[in-house]
């Protein structure tokens, strides 16, 4: 079992082959998931930041006019968004509501939340379930990362020769067996998310100006978060009532 899940290896290993995998493959592609706005310029509250990097790579691509969805032409203030300079408690809607969705959210400081609101102050030296349990979400969100970075490497920039990186994987995951049971929880986890929300992401527009695309997304998404092998196999991946 996948230590504080409720599903086993062979299993979510199973799930995703058949299942997850290929729909997200084909999820990632459509207009809606392959585009999003972002306000850049945001000033970041624990470091002063210069928008520059020294890698050319960690540059973001901006969407020529012609591949921009119709819908997102619309000024951002729409939706409101501001940069979030006070305390981050304030700036998460903690509902699952399709009332509550009002497009993009964002959020500052996840690390800080639970030190905010989730662990209460023990008196022992021990940490609550609730810390230990971020600290295994960031961790497999690292790892996560990691691997997209390992499968998908620049062997030769000379050539443009793009492949797997075996030995970058072994050395940032494979090599520390905590790293990859964190990646296994935080997928499950995520899983827990998905499929919590079923009925607003059943419900949810998916609106590009693409009318065929946004079906396609809208029917992807059904399968994703109502598949019955999913449900049978796998049907609460992480039990957040424990918590």
């Given at each position: 079992m996948v230590e504080d899940c409720c599903c086993d290896y062979e299993t979510v290993n199973q799930l995703n082959n058949e299942v997850l995998h290929p729909?997200?493959?084909?999820?990632?592609?459509?207009?809606?998931y392959r585009y999003f706005k972002v306000k850049l310029w945001c000033d970041c509250p624990f470091w002063p930041d210069d928008g520059m990097c020294r890698?050319?790579?960690?540059?973001?691509?901006?969407?020529?006019?012609?591949e921009f969805p119709e819908p997102f032409k619309k000024p951002l203030s729409q939706y409101n968004p501001v940069c979030q300079e006070g305390k981050p408690q304030d700036a998460v809607d903690r509902t699952v509501d399709t009332r509550a969705f009002m497009g993009e959210r964002e959020l500052e400081g996840y690390g800080m939340l639970y030190t905010l609101r989730n662990c209460p102050k023990y008196a022992s030296e021990e940490s609550c379930q609730e810390e230990n349990i971020?600290?295994?979400?960031?961790?497999?969100?690292?790892?996560?990362?990691?691997?997209?970075?390992?499968?998908d490497y620049l062997i030769d920039e000379a050539t443009n020769l793009w492949g797997q990186n075996l030995t970058l994987l072994y050395d940032r995951v494979l090599r520390c067996p905590d790293r990859v049971r964190n990646l296994y929880f935080t997928f499950l986890f995520v899983l827990r998310v998905v499929t919590k929300a079923e009925l607003y992401l059943?419900?949810?527009?998916?609106?590009?100006?693409?009318?065929?695309?946004?079906?396609?997304?809208?029917?992807?998404v059904k399968q994703l978060v109502s598949d019955p092998k999913t449900k049978a196999a796998c049907p609460v991946p992480f039990d957040e009532a424990k918590l």
């Open positions: 729909l997200l493959l084909d999820l990632v592609k459509t207009p809606f890698l050319r790579d960690c540059s973001v691509c901006e969407c020529p006019e012609s971020l600290y295994k979400l960031v961790s497999g969100l690292h790892s996560s990362i990691s691997v997209h970075i390992a499968l059943e419900e949810a527009e998916y609106e590009t100006g693409n009318v065929i695309a946004d079906l396609k997304t809208k029917s992807l």
